[in-house]
């Protein structure tokens, strides 16, 4: 049954059928997802109904215990509560699901919201930066803990070395920085609430890594025209996905930057395009003909209709903006398809670096273009440039290759 006018609901959620079926319809269902949706609203009505139970009744624990029946007969189709998520929203608005008591939070638990207000308000960090620190804080504390406490009680220097080199062992040179940098974050913290009498930030040593050390990691020109040949842009996918291979191969935009855009980021008329990064740093960009092409074949012909928001959205229904992780799904696919090794989407901005490099940029422009705060972090690409280098190389004593 793939008709959702065709599916009836009887039991104590018939009386928001309607209201759901056009919320189904708002986000972007189409029909035949419309009709699933609906039919699980009606199976979870009949179960309430044999349960003497009332929406009012829709706790957490609940829908557990009918998606426990569900998984006994059906083990493919809808088997997690995730699967109502949009039921249980559209129920939440209209006011009659029940209000769930909010649990007391443990000792580490609020200091850890503390933490986390401290770095957003404070510190001025991003929403995911600060979500990583207070995981590595929570790691760290949890450690310390001793019969429930907030871990406090047991922070140390000790503590806190033993803690960087057990989180690293077997990790990346990378993963190990930002464990330190959150580490020190964390005992700052605790230093200027007064919650440790010693501040033991500088206790925690910086493994071990050479700035600089290694080449920039660049796709070859021929590869980059295979991950955009592969795009079909025919269809709405492949018009958005090469817009935002684009973006990041032409611009060098990072992951996180090209989730965040909006409608209102692109200047049409003026030709430019306005970039949310680190650091909570706007800047403007100018918009190449080839990208602002692309940016309006997608909005005209594959971005679901809606007035504004997040440029980039999920294809599939609902249509919510995409997350940086989906922006890196989308490198990861092109790559699937062109046949070549995955890459990240930050292979696409050292890509789009080297290549700026190879026109004639010099190194204060390319910096410009992907908005570093130091041309430090832009010194890398200096040894991109291995026909320049090689100018430079004096021949090895003796003549030996």
């Given amino acids: 049954m793939n008709d959702p006018l065709r599916v009836r609901v009887a039991g104590p959620l018939a009386r928001y059928a309607a209201g759901f079926r056009a919320e189904l319809v708002a986000r972007g269902y189409a ?10 609203a009606a199976e979870l009505s009949r179960w309430l109904e044999a349960q003497g139970l009332d929406v009012s009744d829709l ?18 189709l809808y088997v ?11 129920l939440g608005q209209a006011g009659v699901l029940p209000v769930p008591v909010p649990a007391e939070p443990s000792p580490l638990e609020a200091f850890l919201d503390r933490y986390r207000g401290y770095l957003l308000r404070e510190r001025g960090l991003a929403e995911r930066t600060a979500v990583r620190y207070v995981h590595v804080a929570r790691r760290f504390l949890a450690g310390c803990s001793r019969h429930g406490d907030d871990g406090l009680a047991g922070v140390s220097a000790e503590a806190a070395v033993g ?27 605790l230093h200027l609430e007064g919650l440790i009498g010693q501040p033991l930030a500088q206790a925690v040593p910086a493994p071990a ?3 600089l050390a290694g080449l920039p990691k660049a796709l070859a020109p021929a590869a980059l025209s295979a991950l955009l040949a592969g795009c079909d842009r025919e269809s709405a996918a492949g018009r958005r996905d090469y817009a935002v291979l684009l973006l990041l191969a032409c611009l060098g935009l990072r992951a996180g930057e090209v989730a965040a855009l909006q409608m209102a980021d692109v200047s049409w008329r003026e030709g430019w395009l306005r970039v949310s990064g ?14 602002g092409r692309a940016l309006a074949d997608y909005v005209r012909n594959g971005r679901p209709r809606a007035a504004g928001g997040a440029l980039f959205r999920r294809i599939g229904a609902p249509h919510g903006p995409l997350e940086p992780t989906t922006v890196t799904g989308i490198v990861y696919r092109a790559c699937d398809r062109a046949g070549l090794p995955r890459a990240g989407a930050h292979r696409l901005r050292h890509t789009a670096a080297t290549q700026m490099l190879r026109a004639g940029a010099s190194l204060p422009e390319i910096a410009q273009v992907l908005r570093h705060a130091s041309t430090a972090s832009t010194a890398i690409y200096a040894k991109a440039d291995r026909q320049a280098l090689a100018a430079l190389a004096r021949p090895w004593p003796g003549g030996a290759a």
Wanted: net charge positive.
């Fill in 209 to 211: 890594g050479w700035r």
């Fill in 59 to 76: 706790t957490s624990e609940c829908v557990e215990r009918f998606f426990q029946m569900r998984r006994a007969r059906v083990r493919v």
């Fill in 31 to 40: 029909p035949g997802s419309q009709a699933l949706q609906l039919q699980l």
């Fill in 80 to 90: 997690s509560p995730r699967a109502l998520r949009v039921l249980l929203d559209h």
């Fill in 278 to 291: 680190k650091g909570r740093r706007l800047d403007l960009l100018p918009l190449p003909p080839d990208v």
């Fill in 163 to 189: 803690f960087l080199t057990a989180e690293c062992a077997a990790r990346s040179s990378g993963w190990a920085g930002c464990v330190a940098v959150a580490l020190r974050s964390l005992l700052r913290f």
